[in-house]
């Protein structure tokens, strides 16, 4: 269904009933909620990390950086011939970013944003909304930064809206609309810490998730 009038506080509503927003396009002004029938979840203990990755990960001198340049990675996600992130989806989530409800994982070569993903928050629930990579492997590094985080401030749910073969050779899955809907009802009753856990490196990353794998 359209909505002409889309707050905040009704994006937030959506997001806890376990709905969210898209749009057709970038030129497209409307804005329309979607309820998949099969979900995408990143299970939190069960991120993919294959040998090459991991490699990769020990080796780069690449920084990890939390809501450093939000809407530099909102952009970063728009930027590819077909978006849904339309300018009143650009801004109504950098002011879910201004009030913490929204947040961005980013890879940095030195001063250059590589890549980066970014999602609302809602009690242990992440609502993923997309990523980008500018470099081999970045989005797949910030992917398992964002999996680590998560972990580490208290989440029991990343949702991924959709399966898509790329995250599931990372190691997401599908599960029914009532599966998610039950997993969300139990995310939403507690409290995450994303903004007070401390900001890990790629090699510190990659390191618990193969001690644990």
């Known amino acids: 269904m359209e909505d002409l009038?889309?707050?905040?506080?009704?994006?937030?509503?959506?997001?806890?009933?376990?709905?969210?927003?898209?749009?057709?396009?970038?030129?497209?002004?409307?804005i329309f909620w979607v309820d998949p029938r099969l979900?995408?979840?990143?299970?939190?203990?069960?991120?993919?990390v294959s040998r090459?990755?991991?490699?990769?990960?020990?080796?780069?001198?690449?920084?990890?950086?939390?809501?450093?340049d939000f809407e530099a990675v909102l952009d970063g996600c728009a930027d590819r011939a077909d978006t849904w992130i339309n300018p009143e989806i650009r801004r109504l989530y950098?002011?879910?970013?201004?009030?913490g409800n929204a947040h961005s994982v980013e890879l940095?070569?030195?001063?250059?944003?590589?890549?980066?993903?970014?999602?609302?928050?809602?009690?242990r629930a992440f609502f993923g909304e997309s990523m980008f990579s500018r470099r081999t492997n970045a989005s797949k590094?910030?992917?398992?930064?964002?999996?680590?985080?998560?972990?580490r401030a208290g989440f029991t749910l990343f949702d991924t809206q959709f399966l898509t073969p790329h995250l599931a050779s990372l190691g997401a899955v599908e599960i029914t609309r009532t599966a998610y809907?039950?997993?969300?009802?139990?995310?939403?009753?507690?409290?995450?810490t994303f903004e007070e856990t401390d900001v890990a490196t790629l090699?510190?990353?990659?390191?618990?998730?193969?001690?644990?794998s």
């Open 5 to 30: 009038a889309i707050t905040t506080s009704l994006l937030l509503q959506g997001y806890a009933s376990g709905i969210f927003p898209m749009a057709e396009s970038r030129d497209d002004p409307e």
């Open 39 to 48: 979900r995408g979840v990143m299970p939190l203990d069960g991120f993919h």
């Open 52 to 68: 090459s990755l991991a490699r990769a990960m020990r080796r780069s001198t690449w920084q990890l950086r939390m809501d450093h």
């Open 94 to 99: 950098i002011a879910l970013h201004h009030q």
């Open 108 to 123: 940095w070569e030195d001063e250059t944003l590589i890549g980066g993903v970014y999602g609302v928050t809602l009690g």
């Open 141 to 151: 590094m910030a992917l398992a930064a964002t999996v680590d985080h998560l972990n």
């Open 181 to 192: 809907r039950t997993r969300l009802e139990d995310a939403l009753n507690g409290e995450n």
């Open 203 to 212: 090699y510190d990353v990659v390191q618990r998730m193969t001690q644990t």
